[in-house]
């Protein structure tokens, strides 16, 4: 049984940094951390996907135009762990952060939400 875990949310001024954890269990391989993305959404929005690996590693991973060049995402293999580094933070990007997990044969894996909330 797959399952990922968040943590890491909470109240940061503008400007200032948060780190995502999600941890995943039930996968065979940490070859298959690639398989996970972050996503975020705001209530009353469209879902929106944040940060993405590509799947064979071969290639940098992808992100959101709103987020290039301030969010990183990157995996620790020893904690089978995706991080969502998350700097230069904006009000704009207030929203809960869910990590998402897609296994081979599609079945889909979402974490519980942690809140990200940029405000002065």
């Known amino acids: 049984q797959v399952q990922l875990v968040e943590s890491g949310g909470g109240l940061v001024q503008p400007g200032g940094s948060l780190r995502l954890s999600c941890v995943v269990f039930?996968?065979?391989?940490?070859?298959?951390?690639?398989?996970v993305d972050w996503y975020r959404q705001v209530p009353g929005k469209r879902r929106e996907r944040v940060a993405t690996?590509?799947?064979?590693?071969?290639?940098?991973?992808t992100y959101l135009d709103s987020v290039k060049g301030r969010f990183a995402i990157s995996k620790d293999n020893t904690k089978n762990t995706v991080i969502l580094q998350m700097n230069s933070l904006k009000p704009e990007d207030t929203a809960v952060y869910s990590c998402?997990?897609?296994?081979?044969?599609?079945?889909?894996?979402w974490g519980q939400g942690t809140q990200v909330t940029v405000s002065a």
């Open positions: 998402h997990y897609t296994d081979h044969s599609g079945a889909e894996y």
């Open positions: 039930g996968i065979s391989s940490i070859f298959s951390l690639y398989g």
């Open positions: 690996f590509v799947r064979s590693g071969t290639s940098d991973p």
